[in-house]
C-alpha cells in the first residue's frame, strides 16, 4: 500500500508521518511538500532513511505533477496536510491561500478521481478501499461567544481569507464524495501546539521571545479563547479517522483545553521562572499589540463524535502538553 501525504514537513505532517510509519510498517509514503518557509525537512530526519518514505519537493498547485506522481506510485490513499494557514499572512497577501488551499485541493481530489473511479463514478476493482483524507481546521466555523462548542454540523462561517480558503477546499472534498461518490473525510482540528511548529505561531514565539529577553506580543488584550490540542494526540485521531471514519463524514478533533492568550503567556513564564530562573519574572515582557484584523473571538470544538464512533480521546492535558512543548523548544533554542 502507498499514501501521498502532502504538507509532511510542516509541524502537524512531520509529526505524524513518523507516527504513522511506526503503525503502518507495511505501508510506502509519498511525502509531498513545496518547502515553503512553515517546511522544515529536519523535522523529518528520523525517518529520512526508512526504506518506506520517500521525499518529493512540490506544489499541490502544479496538477501536472499530482497526475506524475499518481502514474508512478498508484496511490492508495491521500492524506491532506498542505495548506497556507497563517492568519496574518492570508490578511496581507490572500492570493497564495487560494492558490494552494483551494486550486491545491481540487487538484488532488480531481487527479485521484480520475485514477481512482470509473466513468460512471464507481470505484475500479482494485480502488474500493482507497480513500482521501482532507485535515481542516475549526476556524471555518467563525466566532463563538462566551460559550457553546463547534459540533460538525455548526454552519461555516469563515471570517478570514485564511479559513474562507479551507472552508472552500471543505466544500469542494464534501462534493467529490455527494457527486461522484468518491471515499473521503474530512477532520476539523482546534489549535494544535506541540514540538516542531513553526516559530511564527503563538506558542514557540511566546518561548522564543521569552528566552531573547524580547517583549512578549499578545493580541488586544488577551482574551481570545482557543481549545489546545497537543500534536501527537491529533495525529492519533487523524489515524483513526483514516483507518475506521465513515466515508463522506467530518470528525471535529479537540483537546477540550480551553485558554486565552494571556493565560497561555503567562503560563510558559511561570515555566521558564521554575526551569530557566532569572532576576525577575518572565511574566514582565508580555506586552499587549495592536488586534489583528477580524481577529476571532473564541474556538471550542465538541469532540464527542470521534469519541463516540471511533473511541479516541486525548492524552494529554494542557498542563503536561505545554511543560513537553517549553522542553523541546528549549532544546531547538540551545537554552
Known amino acids: 500500500m502507498t499514501i501521498l501525504i502532502t504538507g509532511g514537513a510542516g509541524f502537524i505532517g512531520s509529526n505524524f508521518i513518523p507516527y504513522f510509519l511506526n503503525k ?3 505501508t510506502q509514503v509519498i511525502n ?4 515553503t518557509y512553515a517546511g522544515e525537512l529536519s523535522n523529518l530526519d528520523e525517518v529520512s532513511s526508512n526504506r518506506n518514505y520517500n521525499f518529493v519537493k ?3 498547485y502544479n496538477r501536472k505533477l499530482i497526475e506524475d506522481l499518481f502514474k508512478t506510485y498508484r496511490f492508495n490513499g491521500v492524506i491532506h496536510f498542505a495548506a497556507e494557514s497563517h ?9 497564495e491561500f487560494i492558490n494552494t488551499n483551494i486550486v491545491g485541493t481540487f487538484n488532488l481530489l480531481d487527479v485521484a478521481k480520475a485514477n481512482w473511479m470509473t466513468p460512471s463514478n464507481q470505484p475500479k476493482k482494485n480502488c474500493i478501499k482507497n480513500r482521501f483524507l482532507h485535515i481542516s481546521t475549526d476556524e471555518v466555523y467563525g466566532s463563538l461567544g462566551n460559550s457553546g462548542l463547534f459540533t460538525e454540523k455548526t454552519p461555516y462561517a469563515p471570517n478570514s481569507p485564511y479559513s474562507a480558503s479551507k472552508a472552500s477546499s471543505d466544500f ?11 471515499n473521503v473525510v474530512t477532520t476539523n482540528c482546534s489549535n494544535n501546539y506541540g514540538p516542531k511548529q513553526h516559530d511564527e505561531k503563538l506558542i514557540p514565539t511566546i518561548i522564543r521571545k521569552a528566552l531573547s529577553n ?4 499578545i493580541y488586544g488584550d488577551g482574551k481570545n479563547v482557543r481549545d489546545w490540542l497537543f500534536v501527537d494526540d491529533h495525529c492519533k485521531g487523524i489515524d483513526l479517522v483514516y483507518q475506521y471514519g465513515k466515508a463522506g463524514e467530518t470528525y471535529n478533533i479537540g483537546g477540550n483545553n480551553e485558554h486565552n ?7 510558559i513564564c511561570e515555566i521558564l521562572d521554575k526551569i530557566k530562573p532569572k532576576r525577575v519574572s518572565y511574566k514582565n515582557q508580555i506586552s499587549f499589540v495592536k488586534d489583528r484584523l477580524g481577529h476571532d473571538f473564541r474556538y471550542a470544538i465538541d469532540a464527542s463524535k470521534i469519541e463516540k464512533e471511533l473511541g479516541w480521546s486525548a492524552a494529554e492535558n494542557f498542563e503536561t502538553g505545554i511543560k513537553k512543548t517549553v522542553n523541546w523548544y528549549l532544546n531547538k533554542y540551545n537554552f
Not at 32 to 35: E, M
Not at 87 to 95: A, M, Q, R
Not at 214 to 217: A, C, R, T
Open 32 to 35: 509531498l511538500d513545496k518547502l
Open 172 to 182: 469542494l472534498v464534501r462534493s467529490y464524495f455527494h457527486t461522484y461518490g468518491m
Open 261 to 267: 492568550n494571556i493565560y497561555i503567556a503567562n503560563k
Open 87 to 95: 492568519v496574518d499572512n492570508s490578511i496581507e497577501n490572500p492570493g
Open 214 to 217: 524580547e517583549n512578549i506580543p
Open 24 to 26: 503502518h510498517q507495511d
Open 58 to 60: 512540490g506544489d499541490i
